[in-house]
């Protein structure tokens, strides 16, 4: 019997109201520390106000709370989540560039490039409206003469002059000047200008200019230290004369350039390629960097390319240079000679203001070529009796022609234009000669025994394969009838 009793009464758990809800604090709180702090705090402050009665509830209150809290998280414990099998389906693969659909939604994969750089883009107006010099500096392949040429294209009216001592580019109309003595003669007819107050715009691009500064000529002779006052002078004052010349240096070192402390502000700075990143570290990572006075912007002819090389990457929004006239003296060679030409430059030739027969003599005197015929032929075909001895050609069948075209009245000699429009369709050379005066002046040098190029050179003053020569080679064989000799 009392085995009955105990096997009952062993499986019965006796509970009374006290725990099972929450009346004070843990309506509000969770936590068992929080409530059993409270309490005691409560209890303390209300014994001092009201004494043990008012204690002993708060006590009371604050214990029911814990064990109610503290069974709700017996019944409540954490539970690990159940992993749930999902049945896999294999997939194809997708090629990068074709289309990818997933539930519905279509995605085209493509291939983004490696970076993406967004500069601003160069701002070539600002060039033009500053008031100081320029200087471009930059590694070898960093597109120095590009982005000179870029620059010059807006300058609009401005006569080009261009001293290039490695004569590999083509400045399309602009004066081009290659041999250092010529060089040295412009610069010194420059300053000369420039001290007149000359106000007619051209602009001077000074390509190699520290080859041209430390030749020999800067250091003694004539020409000593002609390089350095031309750069000094250059900075700031010729702005004010409608002038700007620009250097294009291969060195960040511009006092080696001859650009000393004092003078280095009167000067904008375009620093490009490596020199660009050496200069200015923090500058964005681009095949072809460009800073332009502390700010970096996009290379104007090179900036859509993503990979740089020294050679081969074709420049962009890059147009032949179109030089306005140029009316001061210009210097060149002739027979190693230092010349000036004083009548200017125009359309790509050397500007004539006289009349036809003057013209014709100074075609003789401008030309650098070569004029010597070799002596073994002249003494198997003899020339004519008639024939100059000092140029081989005769001139006594023309003397008439000429002498017209000289009396006649034309802009040249009725000192301008006014109301007279002569028709130059069928005028060639750089005299203006008309067709059948050309013809015969062609056809007694090839008796003398000029080659076709030296005909070329020496009528329309022209060296081959350099401005002009595409001209002037097409009007030759209009006239010759396209054959070669």
Not at 38 to 57: H, M, N, Q, R
Not at 249 to 269: C, Q, W
Not at 321 to 344: C, F, M
Not at 438 to 444: G, T
Request: aromatic content about 8%; hydrophobic content about 35%; charged content about 25%.
């Amino acid at each position: 019997m009392n085995d009955e009793l105990a096997n009952i009464t062993s499986g019965i758990k006796f509970e009374n109201d006290f725990g099972q809800e929450t009346l004070g604090l843990g309506r509000l709180t969770k936590d068992q520390g929080v409530i059993a702090v409270s309490s005691l705090v409560g209890a303390f402050v209300g014994t001092a106000i009201v004494g043990l009665p008012l204690a002993a509830i708060v006590l009371l209150v604050g214990l029911n709370d814990i064990l109610s809290v503290n069974k709700k998280h017996k019944k409540e414990p954490n539970q690990e989540l159940q992993a749930i099998d999902v049945e896999s389906t294999p997939v194809e693969p997708t090629a990068i560039g074709q289309d990818t659909r997933l539930d519905a939604i279509q995605v085209n994969a493509v291939e983004l490039p490696k970076s993406i750089i967004q500069l601003s883009p160069f701002d070539r107006n600002r060039i033009i409206s500053e008031s100081k010099g320029l200087a471009l500096i930059g590694d070898s392949g960093s597109a120095k003469t590009c982005v000179a040429m870029y620059i010059a294209n807006g300058f609009n009216g401005y006569g080009i002059i261009v001293f290039d001592p490695h004569a590999k580019t083509d400045w399309g109309n602009a004066y081009v000047i290659t041999k250092m003595p010529a060089i040295y003669e412009q610069m010194r007819i420059l300053l000369d200008v420039l001290d007149d107050g000359d106000e007619s715009p051209f602009l001077v691009i000074c390509d190699e200019w520290m080859e041209i500064r430390f030749d020999r000529l800067n250091k003694s002779g004539d020409y000593k230290g002609l390089a350095d006052d031309f750069i000094r002078l250059f900075s700031t004052k010729p702005r004010k004369f409608n002038k700007l010349a620009v250097f294009v240096l291969h060195s960040p070192n511009v006092e080696a350039a001859g650009i000393d402390s004092s003078l280095r502000e009167n000067y904008e700075k375009i620093y490009l390629g490596r020199l660009a990143r050496k200069e200015f570290p923090d500058i964005k990572d681009c095949a072809y960097p460009c800073v332009f006075e502390d700010e970096e912007f996009e290379h104007p002819t090179h900036g859509h390319h993503n990979k740089f090389r020294k050679n081969g990457n074709a420049p962009r929004d890059l147009q032949p240079l179109n030089s306005a006239a140029i009316n001061i003296p210009l210097a060149y060679i002739d027979r190693g000679e230092v010349k000036t030409h004083k009548q200017g430059w125009v359309n790509g030739s050397f500007a004539y203001q006289t009349n036809a027969r003057e013209r014709f003599e100074l075609l003789w005197s401008d030309t650098n070529i070569d004029m010597n015929i070799d002596m073994e032929n002249r003494k198997k075909d003899p020339p004519s009796s008639d024939i100059r001895t000092d140029m081989d050609i005769d001139m006594s069948d023309m003397e008439s022609d000429i002498s017209d075209i000289a009396n006649a009245e034309t802009p040249d000699n009725t000192g301008g234009l006014g109301d007279i429009e002569r028709d130059t369709s069928d005028m060639f050379t750089s005299a203006q000669l008309p067709r059948h005066q050309a013809l015969r002046l062609i056809d007694q040098m090839k008796i003398s025994g000029l080659s076709q190029t030296q005909i070329i050179q020496a009528l329309w003053g022209c060296e081959k394969n350099k401005a002009g020569w595409s001209k002037a080679y097409s009007q030759f064989k209009e006239l010759t009838g396209g054959a070669d000799d």
